[in-house]
Structure formats: structure tokens, C-alpha cells
């Protein structure tokens, strides 16, 4: 039985095939953001609906298509021209946090590392962090990048300072996926996997069917070699990875 019949959602991929876009945007075009946006959002419904039916050649096309429109979202020749005639700064939490976490997520179910690394170049610390969600995946950034923890203390502390319990769930997972400690994370990403099938699954949205944050941490535990064991109940939402190891 596939994941398709299992979750009985109602829309068969060959629907979400005859939408996507003939071609790649065209980056001299004026509305090349927008194209782009809608470019990435086709694969990624594309792919998830290829993983709830099996299809992981399809899935694994339109992976890297929506990690490819997210990287030329963030690093694409585009962005020095719309600064300029915007006269706005480069970058934002916001920009992050609402483009940032497909890529992210799609990058690492592929095995495609280096391009998780490109992503993660981008984000900055904001003069002031204004909500914990995007104070996390920036701080998923900064570690992505390489760059220590230890050295991020503030975030940290904005991130526990809050009520919102997701993101402090999620800091769990990142703060042990950094030490290294393969029984913390275990204990973290169930944690997690608890509160997602209470709090945030929802039956009636593609992306919310399974756990991108537990199987992007899941993908990262194989990528850095720490044993991480799915129990049975868990299974089924967690996005197993379409690629190797390496990126």
C-alpha cells in the first residue's frame, strides 16, 4: 500500500505533473521573483506527491528542480539588480524563513549537501530577531555553514525566552545533531515527532502529511553518521532520503 492510499489524500500526482512549468524561468524577464516562486512551489508539490505514491524518479526530478529555483532565488544575478532598484538591504529573517526551508528540506532528502551548504550562506543576524520560528531556521543556517553554536548564544537564548514550543523542540534537535551525540538526537527528534503528530499534522495539507523537520534531521543524522532508529509509529512520516550520502 502506498502512502497515497494510507493518507487517502485526494489528488493524484498526474494531476500535479500536467502543472508544472514547460520550462525553466527566464531570468531576464521582469517578473523572474514571482516566476521563480511559482517555478519551485509546482516541484515541490510535484514531489511530494511523487513520495506518497512511490514514484521516486519523479520525486527525485522534482527535488532538484525546487532546489535549484531555491538557490537561484538566494545567490541568483537577479538579486543585484532588484537591490538596487529597490534600494532595499539584501536580505531579510523574513526572505529566509519563507524561501529558505524547501530548499533546505529537498537538499538533504537528495543527499545533496553542497547545495544545503550554498543555501545556508545566505542568512544574516538581524539587528533583532522578532519571532522564534525564523530566529531557528536562521540559526539552522548559521550552523549549516559550519559556523558554531557557541557563538550564536543570543539566538539561543531568544529562542528558549519564548512560549512557542515548536521552535524550542526543533532547537533540541539542532543543539544535538551539533554536539554530535547520537543518543541526545534520538531522544530530541522523537520529542519532535510527538508534538508534530498532536500539534501540526494536518490530513488536508500536501506538506504537513509527513515531517519535513524530522526527516530533514533524519537526513542529517545519516549524512553525519549518527545511528537514529524510526519506530514503526513514526514510519510513515518521515520522507526516506532518494539519495546517497555524500553531496
Excluded at 20 to 30: K, R, T
Excluded at 32 to 38: I, P, Q, T, V, Y
Excluded at 72 to 80: I, L, T
Excluded at 120 to 131: I, L, M, Q, T
Amino acid at each position: 500500500m502506498t502512502l497515497f492510499e494510507t493518507f487517502g489524500w485526494h489528488t493524484p500526482l498526474a494531476d500535479y505533473l500536467s502543472r508544472l512549468p514547460e520550462s525553466y524561468p527566464d531570468a531576464g524577464a521582469p517578473n523572474f521573483k514571482d516566476a521563480l516562486w511559482s517555478y519551485r512551489g509546482a516541484h515541490d508539490c510535484a514531489a511530494t506527491c511523487a513520495i506518497l505514491v512511490g514514484d521516486q524518479q519523479a520525486a527525485l526530478t522534482s527535488a532538484r528542480e525546487c532546489v535549484r529555483a531555491s538557490i537561484d532565488h538566494f545567490h541568483g544575478n537577479w538579486r543585484k539588480g532588484a537591490a538596487i532598484q529597490s534600494n532595499q538591504p539584501k536580505w531579510n529573517p523574513y526572505d529566509w524563513f519563507n524561501n529558505a526551508p524547501d530548499g533546505l528540506f529537498w537538499g538533504s532528502i537528495i543527499g545533496d549537501w553542497q547545495s544545503v551548504a550554498l543555501l545556508a550562506r545566505f542568512p544574516r543576524v538581524p539587528p533583532k530577531w522578532e519571532w522564534p520560528d525564523h530566529a531557528y531556521f536562521g540559526l539552522l543556517g548559521f550552523f549549516l555553514r559550519g559556523e558554531s553554536l557557541e557563538h550564536h548564544v543570543q539566538t539561543v537564548d531568544f529562542i528558549l525566552g519564548k512560549k512557542k514550543h515548536q521552535p524550542k523542540l526543533l532547537l533540541d534537535c539542532l543543539l544535538a545533531l551539533a554536539s554530535r551525540s547520537a543518543t541526545k538526537l534520538q531522544e530530541a527528534w522523537v520529542r519532535y515527532l510527538e508534538y508534530f503528530l498532536k500539534h501540526e499534522r494536518n490530513k488536508d495539507r500536501l506538506t504537513l502529511l509527513q515531517s519535513r523537520n524530522a526527516s530533514f534531521y533524519a537526513a542529517a543524522a545519516k549524512y553525519h553518521e549518527l545511528p537514529l532508529d524510526v519506530p514503526d509509529k513514526y514510519k510513515n512520516y518521515v520522507v526516506a532520503s532518494l539519495g546517497k550520502k555524500g553531496g
